[in-house]
């Protein structure tokens, strides 16, 4: 008989206000590579046809020329107010991670952790899958779920995300580090424990369309960088299947040629909708399942290909043994982990 799940972390119930807390907050970071440039646009505009208005308008009442100084006003606080949130340089809060209106963001998405408690030593967590948004990644790294269990000190994120305002800041806040290989190097030499979602960009895109609903999808057939880091740096390797990451938001169908175009340029170029057609996730429970970690063996500068082939397939074995364990506790015991 199989032993009882371990659970290692649950979510309260909602309390008042999570709704329109979530939402909101949901709404100022995803929708801010559309709201910000749109706000600078706007205010640019503002202050040129005001302009235009003064000098066309001479003899215009002393209260209309008022009024429209007070607006350009507002217009050029606008435009420089998204200068600063596009451009201004950002430095890591270390007390951002322990805030506690994150329990607000688990108790909405009904976070729930299980899986034996990982060692207290370096690892690297690949988290799968990425998700529309990366939300998964992004809460391992906070809160209760990082002071107490996967205790990161850095996660990995596309280099996209430092072009967007807000999204910038609140990553910037938090420490990620982007998808470069120098930079995850030096990382882990530090001794930091670090998360990456290895399907990245290309992940945003799956399921696709007419792929059975009965299938989950995870892209790690050529996704090797991160193998080929644990075994340089010797760190042991922790799958982790989040069910339900999927399903917080959904994208608006996109021609094949958009989905190359953003894996060319390492950026999304999707149109993400969750609740009220808005980018607010959907009220999906998240299932966080944390496998046993795997051993890397010593240190390794040069591995061979077959040592990385080798722990890919290890890993990924590891990864479908993972959802199958666990796929009845979220209700998908009909569903399948597709690997592509």
């Given at each position: 008989m199989?032993?009882?799940t371990?659970?290692l ?7 008042p206000?999570t709704?329109?807390f979530t939402?909101?907050t949901?709404?100022a970071?995803?929708?801010?590579a ?11 505009r ?7 208005k003064?000098?066309?308008?001479e003899?215009a009442?002393e ?5 429209r ?6 217009a050029?606080?606008?435009?420089i107010l998204?200068?600063i ?5 950002i430095?890591?809060?270390r ?6 209106v994150?329990?607000?963001w688990?108790?909405?998405?009904q976070v729930?952790?299980?899986?034996e408690e990982?060692?207290?030593?370096q ?7 990425h998700?529309?948004f ?9 809160g209760?779920?990082?002071e107490?269990i996967f205790?990161?000190?850095?996660i990995i994120?596309a280099n996209?995300?430092?072009?967007v305002p ?8 938090l420490?990620?580090?982007q998808?470069?290989?120098e930079?995850?190097?030096?990382a882990l030499s530090?001794g930091?424990t670090?998360?990456v979602a290895?399907?990245?960009?290309g992940?945003m895109?799956y399921?696709?369309?007419g792929c059975p609903?009965?299938?989950?999808y995870?892209l790690?057939?050529?996704?090797k960088?991160f193998i080929?880091?644990?075994l340089?740096?010797?760190v042991?390797l922790v799958?982790?299947y989040?069910f ?6 959904r994208r608006?169908?996109?021609p094949?040629?958009?989905e190359?175009?953003?894996?060319y ?9 969750g ?9 999906v429970?998240?299932?966080?399942a944390?496998g046993d970690?795997i051993?890397v063996?010593?240190p390794s ?7 990385v082939?080798g722990l ?5 074995d590891a990864l479908?043994?993972l959802?199958n364990k666990?796929r009845h506790e979220?209700?998908?015991g009909h569903?399948?982990?597709?690997l592509?």
């Amino acid at each position: 008989m199989p032993s009882p799940t371990k659970i290692l972390y649950e979510a309260k119930k909602p309390r008042p206000g999570t709704v329109i807390f979530t939402s909101a907050t949901s709404f100022a970071i995803v929708a801010s590579a559309f709201w910000v440039p749109l706000a600078f646009a706007w205010s640019a505009r503002r202050i040129v046809s005001m302009d235009e208005k003064n000098s066309d308008e001479e003899e215009a009442l002393e209260r209309k020329k008022t009024e429209r100084k007070k607006k350009k006003r507002r217009a050029i606080g606008i435009f420089i107010l998204c200068a600063i949130l596009a451009w201004m340089p950002i430095r890591r809060w270390r007390w951002l991670h322990q805030l506690s209106v994150w329990d607000i963001w688990f108790e909405h998405l009904q976070v729930k952790v299980i899986g034996e408690e990982p060692p207290r030593r370096q690892l690297l967590y690949a988290i799968v899958p990425h998700g529309v948004f990366p939300f998964s990644l992004g809460f391992a790294a906070l809160g209760h779920l990082r002071e107490k269990i996967f205790r990161l000190e850095r996660i990995i994120v596309a280099n996209a995300v430092m072009w967007v305002p807000v999204l910038r800041h609140i990553a910037g806040w938090l420490g990620v580090i982007q998808a470069d290989r120098e930079k995850v190097s030096a990382a882990l030499s530090s001794g930091a424990t670090v998360a990456v979602a290895p399907g990245g960009i290309g992940e945003m895109f799956y399921p696709r369309p007419g792929c059975p609903p009965d299938h989950e999808y995870a892209l790690l057939r050529q996704r090797k960088g991160f193998i080929r880091m644990a075994l340089q740096h010797g760190v042991p390797l922790v799958p982790v299947y989040v069910f339900g990451s999927n399903q917080l938001l959904r994208r608006l169908p996109m021609p094949a040629i958009v989905e190359r175009f953003s894996r060319y340029i390492q950026a999304s170029l999707v149109v993400p909708f969750g609740r009220w057609g808005l980018p607010i996730p959907f009220p999906v429970p998240l299932l966080y399942a944390i496998g046993d970690p795997i051993d890397v063996g010593l240190p390794s500068t040069n591995p061979s290909d077959a040592q990385v082939d080798g722990l890919h397939a290890r890993f990924c074995d590891a990864l479908v043994d993972l959802f199958n364990k666990h796929r009845h506790e979220y209700g998908w015991g009909h569903k399948e982990l597709r690997l592509v």
